[in-house]
C-alpha cells in the first residue's frame, strides 16, 4: 500500500510539473483530473474512463502504465475482478515500467491470497454490478429467493413496487402515497417470492401479493414509535416483526400468525443500540431466529446468536471479540454469511453450520466488502448487497503558515469505514479527530475517536446522540447533539468512558444545535431554532440565566467562539438567497456584520476560525455554478473574502488543528448518487445443486 502511495504522489508532482511548464498538455492534465475523482471525490467508475482516455492519447508509456494501474486499483475499490486483469495488462504491456510493474505484482499476489481460501471449495467466485437506473429515484429492497425481482419504495410517492431484474420493467404494487406523507418501508419476501410484508408509516405491518390483490393489513396501528417486519418463517405461516417505543428505547421482537394477525412475544432488548436495524433470520429449518447484537450493553462488538422459537434460549452461534454482523442464510444448508472486522478490514465470512452450531472455523469468502446492506440470497445461493448511495469522507488540507492559504490537494484521514465518515472535529490538544461514522443497518451514527498518535480509532454507540460532535475545552467531554426523534437537545459524552449525560434540552419544539464553552467555563453559546426564528443564544454556565445576542426569520445559522474565546462568529441566512458573517465581542458585545455573500437554498455551512484567530473559515457555493463549491477565508477585522479554490464538492463541519498547520472538513457530493445493487455468485460449494438442495 505504501508503494501505491508514493507513485501516486510522483504521478500528482509530475503532472503539476508537467502542467506548469509546458502548457497543460492534455495526457497529464487528464491523469491528474482521474487522480481526483479515484482518490478526492471517491468515483471510481468515472476515474476509470478518464485513465482509458489517458491510453488512448498519451505517447508516454510511464504515463499509460500509471494509468492502467490506476483502473486496477479502481476496479479493485469496487469489488470487481476486472482488478486482476487491469493488473496484468500493466505486466504484460509494459514490461520496461518497473514501479508500475512493481506495483501491479504486489497488487495480484495480494488478491490471489486473499482469494484463494474462499475458491477452495467454492468454485470460481464472482461479482457483478445489477443496473438500477437513477430515474424514476426508487430506494431499493430486498430480491425475491427466485432472483427475478428487486422489491423498491417509490422515492417520489412512498408506494411499494418491484422491478424485474432482467427485464429492467417496473411496476407498484400500491397506489395510495401521494408526496411521501404516506410509504411503505422494508418490504420482505416471503419463501415462495409470491407475496411481500412491509411497514406501513412504520406503524402497521401489511401483506400484498404480485397478483394485483389490494394489501391486507396484518398488524393494525401500534402505539410504538416504529413497526417493521424481519423476515417470513419457512413454511410462510409466521413473520417476524420488531417494535420500538419512543420511550423506553426497548427493541420487541415477536411472531405473528399470517393466518390471521394474532401475535406472539419473543424478545425484548433493553436498546435498539443491543440489536440494531440489521438481519433478524429464521434459521432454515424455523426453528430458531439468528441475528447480530451487542456483546454487552453499549459494546460496540457484536456477534450472532441463535434464539429459540419459544424465546426462553439464546445461545451464541459466531464469538469472536471483532465486530460479527449477521448477513444471510445459504440454502440448502450451504452455511451463514456474515460480515467481520477480525482480520482488519470489513470482509465477508462464510460459516458452514449443521443443528445450529458452527463446524469448523470460518472461511474468508470476500476482502474489503465494506459497509453493505444485504438484499437476500436466491435459492441458487447468489448473494445481493448493496452499497450506499452518496459517500462522505473526512479529508485535511494544509496551511500555508504565513498566508494561510490551501496548499496542494486534500487528502483522506485514513479512518475505517472509508466512504461513510463525517462531522470532523480536532481536540484542543490536537491529538484526537472526533467524527461520525454511518453505517448500514444502524439508524444512528457512529461516534468515533481517531488517534494522531497510534492511528486506531475507538468506536462509541450512544442511544440518542450521534451527529455533529464538539470537542470541550479541556479535551474531556464531547458535547453531541441528538436527532429530533430521539428528544431533541445537547448531550455530554465522556470521551474516555462513552457515558453520554444530557445537558442541554430542547424543550417546547426547540432544536439546539453549535453549542461551545468559553475557556473560562463561565458561558455557554449555542443556537436555537424554531419553525419560525433562529436565535443565538448566551447561557450563564452556573445560574442558566440566558440572553439573545442574535436572531433570524431562517433556520441553518452557524456559530464559533475564536480560540481564546474573546470573540464569536456567527454565520446566518438571512433571506432566501444571502448570508451573512458577523463578530461580536464576547460575551458582551453587539453582532457586527462583516461579509455578506449570495448563497441560495438551505444548505448548513459552517464556519471555523484559525488557529491565531486572524481569519475566518467558510464555504460557499458560487451563483450559477451548480455543485461547485469553494473554501473562503475572510478577516476577522471584515473585508473581502479571499478564494482558497474548489477542493472538494461540499464542505462540512470545519475544523482547524490548533496548531494551524492543516484545516479537516468532510465533503460529500453535491449531487447524490445512487446506490449500486451487486450480486455475488459461486459462493456455495461447486457440489451443491442449482436448486438449493445438497447432492
Not at 146 to 161: F, I, P, S
Not at 459 to 484: C, I, M, N
Amino acid at each position: 500500500m505504501r508503494t501505491v502511495v508514493v507513485l501516486t504522489a510522483v504521478a500528482l508532482a509530475a503532472a503539476r510539473l508537467v502542467a506548469a511548464g509546458a502548457g497543460q498538455a492534455s495526457p497529464q492534465s487528464l491523469f491528474e483530473k482521474g487522480l481526483t475523482l479515484e482518490e478526492v471525490q471517491s468515483k471510481p467508475t468515472e476515474a476509470i474512463a478518464v485513465y482509458e482516455q489517458v491510453m488512448r492519447e498519451s505517447d508516454d508509456r510511464a504515463l499509460a502504465a500509471r494509468a492502467q494501474l490506476h483502473i486496477g486499483l479502481c476496479y479493485e475499490r469496487l469489488g470487481l475482478e476486472k482488478a486482476r486483469e487491469a493488473y496484468e495488462k500493466v505486466i504484460r504491456d509494459y514490461p520496461g515500467e518497473a514501479a508500475a510493474v512493481a506495483v501491479a505484482r504486489e497488487k495480484l499476489d495480494h488478491i490471489t491470497r486473499a482469494s484463494a481460501a474462499a475458491r477452495k471449495d467454492a468454485g470460481e467466485l464472482t461479482i457483478r454490478n445489477v443496473p438500477i437506473p437513477p430515474a424514476p429515484p426508487i430506494e431499493l429492497y430486498g430480491v425475491s429467493p427466485d432472483g427475478k425481482y428487486a422489491a423498491y419504495v417509490d422515492a417520489n410517492t412512498g408506494d411499494l413496487g418491484i422491478r424485474e431484474l432482467s427485464a429492467g420493467s417496473q411496476r407498484r404494487l400500491t397506489d395510495e402515497g401521494r408526496d411521501y406523507s404516506q410509504y411503505a418501508i422494508f418490504p420482505r419476501w416471503s419463501p415462495d417470492s409470491t407475496r411481500l410484508a412491509y411497514a406501513w408509516n412504520e406503524k402497521q405491518i401489511r401483506v400484498v401479493g404480485l397478483d394485483g390483490a389490494p394489501p391486507r393489513v396484518l398488524v393494525g396501528d401500534s402505539e410504538e414509535e416504529w413497526v417493521w417486519p424481519l423476515d417470513w418463517s419457512p413454511d410462510a405461516t409466521q413473520l417476524l416483526m420488531a417494535g420500538t417505543s419512543r420511550k423506553e428505547r426497548t427493541v420487541r421482537l415477536r411472531l405473528v400468525m399470517v393466518a390471521d394477525g394474532s401475535v406472539r412475544p419473543l424478545r425484548e432488548f433493553g436498546s435498539i443500540r443491543d440489536i440494531g436495524f440489521g438481519p433478524c433470520l429464521f434459521s432454515p429449518d424455523g426453528r430458531a431466529i439468528a441475528y447480530s447484537r451487542a456483546i454487552e450493553r453499549g459494546a460496540q462488538e457484536r456477534d450472532v446468536f441463535l434464539l429459540s422459537l419459544d424465546g426462553a434460549l439464546e445461545s451464541p452461534l459466531i464469538q469472536h471479540p471483532a465486530d460479527d454482523v449477521l448477513l444471510a442464510w445459504l440454502p440448502g444448508g450451504g452455511g451463514l454469511l456474515f460480515a467481520s472486522d477480525r482480520a482488519g478490514t470489513f470482509d465477508l465470512w462464510k460459516a458452514a453450520l449443521e443443528r445450529g452450531s458452527s463446524l469448523g472455523a470460518p472461511v474468508l469468502v470476500k476482502r474489503g466488502l465494506g459497509p453493505v446492506t444485504p438484499m437476500g440470497v436466491t435459492r441458487t445461493g447468489a448473494f445481493y448487497y448493496q452499497t450506499p448511495a452518496a459517500t462522505t469522507d473526512v479529508y485535511t488540507a494544509s496551511l500555508d503558515p504565513a498566508t494561510g492559504l490551501v496548499i496542494g490537494p486534500p487528502k483522506k484521514e485514513p479512518l475505517p469505514f472509508e466512504g461513510h465518515n463525517g462531522m470532523p472535529d480536532w481536540s484542543p490538544d490536537g491529538k484526537r479527530l472526533a467524527f461520525v461514522s454511518s453505517r448500514p443497518g444502524e439508524r444512528l451514527g457512529v461516534l468515533s475517536v481517531y488517534s494522531a498518535d497510534t492511528g486506531k480509532v475507538r468506536e462509541f454507540r450512544p442511544e440518542k446522540a450521534s451527529v455533529y460532535p464538539k470537542w470541550s475545552r479541556d479535551g474531556r467531554h464531547l458535547y453531541v447533539q441528538a436527532t429530533v426523534a430521539d428528544g431533541q437537545g445537547i448531550y455530554r459524552m465522556d470521551a474516555q468512558t462513552g457515558e453520554m449525560t444530557p445537558f442541554l434540552a430542547g424543550r417546547d419544539g426547540w432544536y439546539l444545535h453549535d453549542l461551545e464553552g468559553s475557556p473560562d467555563g463561565r458561558w455557554i453559546v449555542y443556537g436555537r431554532d424554531s419553525k419560525t426564528v433562529c436565535q443565538i443564544v448566551r447561557r450563564d454556565a452556573a445560574t442558566g440565566e440566558e440572553q439573545e445576542l442574535d436572531r433570524t426569520p431562517f433556520d441553518n445559522s452557524t456559530l464559533a467562539l475564536s480560540p481564546d474565546g474573546s470573540r464569536l462568529a456567527i454565520l446566518m441566512r438571512v433571506d432566501e438567497k444571502a448570508r451573512v458573517v458577523k463578530v461580536m465581542a464576547f460575551p458582551d458585545g453587539t453582532p457586527k456584520e462583516i461579509h455578506r455573500f449570495a448563497l441560495a437554498g438551505r444548505w448548513i455551512v459552517d464556519i471555523a476560525w484559525s488557529a491565531d484567530g486572524r481569519y475566518i473559515y467558510f464555504s460557499d457555493n458560487p451563483p450559477g455554478v451548480s455543485g461547485e463549491w469553494r473554501l473562503r477565508r475572510i478577516s476577522a477585522a471584515g473585508g473581502d473574502a479571499v478564494d482558497l479554490g474548489s477542493v472538494t464538492r461540499y464542505y462540512r463541519q470545519i475544523s482547524v488543528h490548533p496548531d494551524g498547520s492543516r484545516i479537516t472538513f468532510s465533503s460529500a457530493p453535491a449531487k447524490i448518487e445512487p446506490a449500486q445493487l451487486w450480486v455475488m455468485e459461486h459462493i456455495l460449494p461447486a457440489t451443491g445443486a442449482a436448486d438449493g438442495k445438497r447432492r
